[in-house]
């Protein structure tokens, strides 16, 4: 048989490299153990191609009559004059050859054998070739001889087939291309009882041609491997700057998630953080690091570190915001963050915030309308030259908000503020506790462990407190005006005040001191307005005295001879901690705590 129409696709190389060949020794001589070669192998006969007649004048040696005139170049072969044993048999790569409705078998060559055994000529693929149903390439084969196209399938394993003595499993890429079988004489009869090609009648078969990538997949499955060590190496630095415990607040309650993207991508540098500030007031943050991987997160772990450090600062959210900016571009100025910056004032009811280039926060009212928390809005951090301020939005009970990273509500086939409005009416029927919040915002917006990015959620909520709870919830105010009787009033107020609140009479007595060496330091170095403040959570007292003078006290040590300067030095002593920050209004707040006493 000789095959057509699929030899003239070989690459140039090999046909140059079997032109070598042939010119390397005389044909007649190279035809013998082809033959024999081929009977070996079991794997039927394929002629030589048809050039004898020349070889057979050249070994006859020159002719007398032209010995004198310069003898011509040989012309180089052509495709045709290789035997496609010559070629085939040397491939690498895996060759095998089926015809007919059934895929008898024409041929197979050495490299198929070596790795599936010797295959008889003439039995059918699914008698004689099991390997090619288990890889399943049997379907594939109707497919190519119905349809006349080439078809290929990728990195099916071939268990032993790696390694010259098949010691692990090899993958190999198999194409299947249409060609025709034409028998060159008259087939043997053993052949023609097992279905072989007739004498000069073109058949139609498929050449199946298996090209080792084993190489190349156990170098993608290395490189996967190393990047899964990688991402799983910024994933646990990410959660391991991450806080590993909220802190709750007194008057509110929160809760966060986050969730790394799907194992296909790498870990952002999404984060949050809720801080407690004193005097009952929560700073409450989150942000993003355009990045991925270990240096995004790393960076995000300073960030959220100069925040807190920051926070405690208790400066106004869009100083805060202010500092960072400077920080980001110090850190790495090609990394740029976003970042929302918040602060709750349970006295005040609002949410005070500062937004660096990120998403808005969207606030839930009681009755179920959610709407979103309006500029200002700055530019990312890093990118300098800009004056953050702070806007506002009522958060009083009853309320809740969500602060989120772009994760969240981001498709790469729809507009972000498509991403938006699902989340708020996500959010609209989104009730329960806040860590059920987060559960139900996730799989509403369609959130799972494949997403492609990281999402971080931040929920809180200020309960509406009744029966006993909110007996735990007291506030009581009283202005302050100059003059000697000032402190004495301060003091009574303050009595009265903590007697109704019925606590035990030691720490009565802390408080009204606490009261009066405040009021005092107020009245001495302040200016009018000035108010004080009692108020009662179920986990501490606070008291705080603010006034219109923007100067902040300091702890100082008072020398025996001074009459003056012990007053914030006892509030410190005999408080759990104290603080002091400057209002929005001008002027300043002193305050401390003094933590109950549980159960």
Known sequence: MIFTRWSAKLPGTQRRAAARSGRAAPR?????????????????????ARAEGAADRAADGPNPATADEPVPAAAPPTVDALSVHDILGTLPALVAVVY?????????NGAYATVFGPRPAGRTA?????????????????????????RTVKSRRVPGGAGPDGSRDGYYTFTCTPIEVT????APGPEAACGAPHHGAPHHGVLIFGADVTDQIESAERLRVSEARQRAAAVTLQRSLLPQELEQPDDLRVAATYQPGGTDAAVGGDWYDVITLGAGRTALVIGDVMGRGVRAAAVMGQ???????????????HEVLQLLDGLAAEIDASQIATCVYAVHDPNEGRLVYASAGHLPILVRDPDGAVRRAAEPTGPPLGTGGWLHT???????????AVLYTDGLVERRDKDIDDGVEALERALSGATGAPDIVCDRLLRSLGITAAHDDDVAILTLQHPERTGHDAELFHNAALELHGGTEAAPRARA?????????????????????????????SL?????????????????????????????????????????????????????SWGSRRTPGGGKAVWCEFALPRG
Do not use: K
């Open 28 to 48: 007649a001589a190279a035809a013998a153990p082809l033959a024999d070669a081929s009977a070996a192998s079991g794997s039927g006969s394929v002629p030589a």
């Open 100 to 108: 007919g409705p059934e895929h008898r078998i024409a041929y197979v």
């Open 126 to 150: 699914r008698e004689a070739l099991p390997e090619l149903d288990e890889l399943g390439l049997l379907p594939l084969l109707d497919q190519v001889l119905r349809g006349g196209t080439p």
């Open 183 to 186: 028998d060159s004489g008259p």
């Open 303 to 317: 960030l959220r570190t100069a925040v807190r450090a920051y926070a405690r600062l208790d400066l106004p959210p």
């Open 390 to 400: 702070s806007g506002s939005v009522p958060f009083g009970p009853g309320c809740s």
């Open 493 to 521: 107020f303050a009595s009265g005040v903590l007697t109704s609140w019925r606590f035990a009479p030691e720490l009565h007595d802390l408080g009204v001191l606490a009261v009066s060496e405040l009021v005092a330091n």
């Open 524 to 576: 001495q170095h302040g200016t009018p307005p000035m108010r004080l403040r009692l108020r009662r959570t179920d986990r501490r007292l606070i008291i705080e005295v603010t006034d219109g003078d923007d100067h902040l006290p300091r702890r100082r040590r008072a020398e025996p001879a001074d009459e003056a300067g012990r007053g914030i030095s006892i509030v410190a002593t005999i408080a759990s």
